[in-house]
């Protein structure tokens, strides 16, 4: 089957949370909308309201209106105030020459042209002539007069203006929450999946794979990711928006220059593309040497004493800071790819677009009749700028929008992982009759450990399986929790072959004690319980109880509520083993695996369980792994492997009397314990 793309894989999972993804994109639009009407405004401001009184004016006989000018005993409207009940005396121009302004009454002056004046005489030169009027200069008090009906439509304007600006922030408000609300949710359900997927991965991925890694990409790679949906994209899609707006804007104000500027969009594309190529590279070491580096720094505190008791600080120090150096070498890399595409670039841009905006329109002034207004040209002054806003915005974010394509490329080769499906329904709890049928097994599909093991044990009965280090044992134990399946041969409980139910139906009634307990943040009880409804407090402290925890649990001074931190440590090991076999014992388990539980307890912890054993054994089937003999001297049956094979079987004395490989372990182990006492 072919591989979906990153980039669509994170796109489906938006897709996920459309509705908030599209109000928060509708919102935006509006937004953007409403903030564009800003330049349109100003040009209406400019050219019909500041500069607007020089052009034609009209004597009218009376003052009908506001707009109507009284200057020296005459009145005068503006061309464009003029309506069809108003009676025109005779037309006048307003002109400014300079700082100065002159009316010409009676005649209509043409507006372009270079002006001049000589006294009262206005000369215009246009290309073919030269043209003279008599003006009446204008004194800056008296041009107020023609100014003030402009001022009541120009706060208007501006009292518009402030008011979009208003409703604008409301739905950028709504915009930030809705997006933001939205990329939480769907890193949220990421993060859930990938985790959940982790518990479907077959045991020995976990095997090869540094802690630290793993951790990494559910943490730092999906905090890339939520980086990319919350920031990146959504400052992509509103410079997006943003753009169009303008261009909108560009077509409605000069076309042609607009079409022009369309160029940008493949140029922001290639510029896309070419870092991508380059900064997909370095961020793939970049998020894999960080993936090393947690898993340095997990293995050196895990490690700390190992370290600090054989002196190996410095080199430990020395292989981190490789890991450190590559990752200062390609982020040094990563960073000067970024100063060469990022703001600088843009501002080169910038300027050569208002190189090429004034020569587009300085040409077009050598024609009188392709002038354009102040007004017209803030206005495309003014979008120009804000054009360049979202192309820098989005030229920022390409660092991040790549270290989230990185990132959700190693989040997506983890969750790729061939899992198992949780199959947790309901398994009538079996007796525990099981057998190993030629079983066969290697981890690496080669080296066997177990080689052709065959072996019934029945219902109720403790057997014990010894042997020397690599011998199989735990491997059996392996198999039967189904944390790996064997290459040949079958294991059956009661008759059920354990391939036909999944890993979660043969698991849930046995129980595991290791010899390395490990215990969860939380109290004593919680660590009992497991957080499991059907395990209530009493039951738990029932089982603590049993096991002999209770002896030291009743002197700590908030008895089984007693704080757990990770790991235990603040408990002996002694400690820590009753609290998981009391764990253990809590969800009555018809089977019963104890892997070398007792084998770092000290004696008189060790007599406790034996004689919790005694009691919790019948009517459970019990399996023991265990170095020290003596702790099982009364299993219905021994096993001893070695290298793979069963090579004796039996009860203690049958095997003690055989004088074999058993018995002469047990008696380097009695002579031990003599020389020892």
């Known amino acids: 089957m072919k591989k979906r793309s990153t980039e669509r894989r994170l796109f489906q999972y ?72 108003d009676e025109i005396v005779n037309t006048n121009t307003i002109l400014q020459i300079g700082s100065e302004y002159f009316l010409v009454q009676g005649e209509e002056v043409p507006l372009q042209g270079e002006r001049s004046v000589n006294g009262n005489t206005v000369t215009i030169k246009l290309q073919t002539e030269s043209i003279t009027f008599t003006g009446e200069k204008i004194s800056a008090s008296d041009i107020y007069s023609f100014f003030k009906p402009e001022q009541r439509p120009i706060l208007l304007l501006l009292a518009l203006y402030v008011g979009l600006l208003i409703i604008a922030g409301i739905f950028q408000f709504y915009k930030t929450f809705m997006l933001q609300k939205a990329s939480n949710q769907i890193v949220k359900k990421m993060r859930n999946d990938i985790f959940e997927h982790t518990q479907r991965i077959p045991i020995n991925y976990f095997v090869d794979q540094p802690a630290g890694k793993i951790v990494a990409r559910i943490t730092n790679d999906t905090e890339a990711i939520r980086d990319l949906y919350e920031r990146v994209l959504s400052i992509i899609i509103t410079s997006a928006i943003y753009m169009a707006g303008i261009f909108v804007a560009l077509f409605i104000l000069n076309a042609k220059l607009a079409v022009w500027f369309l160029l940008l969009i493949p140029l922001i594309i ?38 600090q008791a054989f002196r190996r600080e410095k080199k430990t120090k020395e292989e981190f800071e490789v890991l450190n150096k590559r990752h200062f070498t390609y982020q040094r890399k990563l960073l000067k790819l970024s100063a060469l595409t990022s703001y600088n670039l843009v501002t080169v841009f910038r300027n050569i677009s208002f190189v090429a905006f004034i020569w587009y329109f300085g040409s077009a002034s050598l024609d009188i009749q392709n002038i354009i207004s102040i007004g017209m040209l803030y206005a495309i002054v003014d979008l120009l700028n804000r054009l360049f806003e979202p192309v820098n915005d989005i030229v920022n974010q390409l660092p991040l929008l790549e270290q989230a394509r990185v990132a959700g490329s190693r989040v997506f080769e983890l969750m790729d992982k061939e899992g198992e499906e949780v199959n947790q329904e309901k398994l009538e709890r079996y007796k525990g009759n099981i057998e190993f049928d030629h079983i066969s097994f290697a981890y690496n599909d080669a080296d066997y450990v177990l080689k052709d093991i065959s072996l019934s044990i029945k219902s109720g009965e403790t057997v014990a399986f010894v042997g020397h280090t690599g011998s199989g044992k735990s491997s059996i134990m392996n198999l039967l929790f189904r944390f790996y399946d064997p290459q040949k041969g079958t294991i059956t409980i009661d008759g059920h072959n354990t391939m036909e139910w999944s890993r979660q139906q043969v698991r849930s009634h046995m129980g595991i004690v290791l010899q390395d307990p490990f215990l969860f943040s939380g109290t004593i009880i919680s660590n009992v319980t497991m957080n499991d409804p059907k395990i209530t407090r009493e039951k738990a402290i029932q089982a603590l109880r049993t096991v002999g925890a209770d002896r030291f649990i009743e002197k700590l001074p908030k008895k089984y509520d007693e704080k757990v931190s990770e790991g235990g440590t603040t408990y002996s090991l002694g400690e820590r083993q009753l609290i998981s076999f009391a764990r253990a014992l809590a969800f009555d388990p018809a089977i019963l695996i104890l892997d070398e539980a007792t084998a770092n307890i000290d004696t008189e912890t060790e007599n406790i369980i034996q004689h919790a054993l005694e009691v919790l054994k019948q009517g459970r089937t019990t399996l023991v792994i265990a170095h020290r003999l003596s702790t099982i001297q009364q299993a219905n049956t021994i096993f001893v492997l070695d290298h793979g094979k069963i090579i004796e079987q039996g009860n203690h004395e049958e095997l003690i009397a055989e004088k074999g490989t058993y018995y002469q372990m047990y008696k380097m182990q009695q002579g031990i314990s003599q020389r020892a006492v």
Not at 38 to 55: F, M, R, S, W, Y
Not at 56 to 82: A, G, L, M, Q
Not at 290 to 296: L, Q
């Open 14 to 85: 938006a897709l996920q949370f459309k509705k908030r993804i599209i109000i928060g994109i509708i919102c935006l639009m509006i937004a953007t909308s409403l903030e564009l009407a800003g330049p349109l405004i100003a040009k209406t401001i400019i050219d019909e309201h500041v500069v607007g009184i020089e052009g034609t004016w009209y004597s009218v006989p009376v003052k009908d209106d506001r707009t109507t000018v009284e200057f020296e005993n005459n009145y005068y409207k503006r061309e464009d105030r003029i309506n069809e009940k």
């Open 270 to 307: 290639v510029w896309m593309k070419f870092y991508k190529f380059f900064g997909t590279k370095y961020n793939k070491v970049i998020r894999s040497t960080i993936s090393e580096i947690n898993g340095k720094i997990n293995e050196a505190i895990q490690g700390m004493t190992i370290i």
